[in-house]
Nanobody, 128 residues
């Protein structure tokens, strides 16, 4: 079983930047996992943010419309870590951000149900 630990959340002013990290340990070779970022704001359902497919399928990235052009997902297989660089943060980006993993998903997916492994989440708060 892979364990996922997110870090890098915090309080930032609108227009600022944060970089989230998700470190994986245990389980399969990290490069075989498709990795996703999701977020959940108070009173709202968990929503898709970004995904990067496993390395054997090309490491394809895909973003939700709300973050496209502002957020960048990347992975460092040597460090077994996936990142979410968040720029031009907006008030509506405030949420708990979760890292998720699932082996060998080759196609782009934005469904939380496709991911079997989750981190505990890290809080991102954007202030005006």
């Amino acid at each position: 079983q892979v364990q996922l630990v997110e870090s890098g959340g915090g309080l930032v002013q609108a227009g600022g930047s944060l970089r989230l990290s998700c470190a994986a340990s245990g389980g399969r070779t990290f490069s075989t996992y498709t990795m996703g970022w999701f977020r959940q704001a108070p009173g709202k359902e968990r929503e898709f943010v970004a995904v990067i497919t496993w390395s054997g399928s090309g490491g394809i990235t895909y973003y939700s419309d709300s973050v496209k052009g502002r957020f960048t997902i990347s992975r460092d297989n040597a460090k077994a870590t996936v990142y979410l660089q968040m720029n031009s943060l907006q008030l509506e980006d405030t949420a708990v951000y979760y890292c998720a993993a699932e082996p060998y998903i080759a196609a782009i997916t934005r469904r939380a149900s496709d991911f079997g492994f989750w981190g505990q989440g890290t809080q991102v708060t954007v202030s005006s």
